[in-house]
Structures are given as C-alpha cells and as structure tokens.
C-alpha cells in the first residue's frame, strides 16, 4: 500500500463480477447503438468478457492480472506483461465513479517505475479516440506506429 490507498492484488475467482461489470461499463456507449434487447445484450458483452479473457491468457501466459483498489475498495483492474525488451499493458481500466482521482496515474508511474529501473520501454494500445490518450501523452507516450484508429504508444526508459 502507498501514502494513496492505492494498491495492486491479483485477480481472484471471488473477483469475476466486479471484473465483469467493469468491462460491461466499458461497452455501454458502443451497445447503446444497436436495437438489441437488455438480454441480448448481457449475453453479448458476456461472450466479449470471457473472450477478452481467454485471449490475454492465451497471448500473454506470464500476464499479470491484478485488481486496482483505493484503501480496501476494488476500483479498477489492469493486465500487463514483463516481457523481454517491454514491459506490455493489455489493458488498464478504473471504475468509473473512480476516475480522474489519479488512481490511473499512480498504478501507470509504478509501472514507469518499474521500467525505468530495468531500462526497459512501456507499450500499451490504445483506440485514437480514446480519452486516456491525454493521460499517456502526459506520461510522455508517443506513437510508435498507427493502424487505422489503433495506436501503439510507447514510452521509452
């Protein structure tokens, strides 16, 4: 734990409907688009969860997934990876009422941390649109190459 409260644990079993929830959270404004109805919908995010899932694991088998709380409260989650040149985030996401409280910041400067002690480089991808791209460039990412609306930010040791 940190002056902040905030503190990293991996994922367990007993996390599966905060993680679910979670990452249903991040589909809201996408599903809100088509005329499925609620049903239709929670199966489809659900077939989405478990195949985001299964690819991080099948991807990236050392990946660490761990819960983000602030003091004892689950407030966001992030996957990433120590690989050999990099160190890889899948994905970082914080609970909505959670955001801009600098809780992302903390957990991507531990990371930096951790980086800069092993000089290794962070990656993450991330879509162009996305509002966390503000975050990253403040954190000194830049784009390492683009593929449509797909970017892959680097941030060098």
């Not at 478990?50 to 992030?78: F, M």
Request: aromatic share 10%; net charge negative; charged share 25%.
């Amino acid at each position: 734990m940190n002056p902040d409260g905030i503190s990293r644990r991996p994922v367990d079993d007993s996390d599966r409907p905060f993680l679910f929830a979670l990452y249903a959270n991040t589909r809201d404004a996408e599903l809100a688009q088509v005329p499925w109805t609620a049903e239709q919908k929670l199966a489809f995010v659900g077939m989405q969860f478990d195949a985001q899932t299964a690819s991080y694991r099948e991807s990236y088998p050392q990946g660490l997934h761990e819960i983000i709380s602030a003091g004892k409260v689950p407030a966001g989650r992030i996957y990433w990876s120590r690989q050999p040149d990099n160190l890889h985030v899948l994905d970082i996401t914080v609970a909505p009422d959670r955001r801009n409280a600098g809780i992302g910041t903390h957990v991507l400067g531990e990371i930096l941390e951790e980086a800069g002690l092993t000089g290794k480089s962070v990656t993450i991808y991330v879509e162009d649109f996305n509002p966390s791209c503000r975050l990253f460039e403040r954190l000194g990412f830049q784009v390492a190459s683009r593929d449509g609306f797909l970017l892959l930010l680097q941030r060098l040791p």
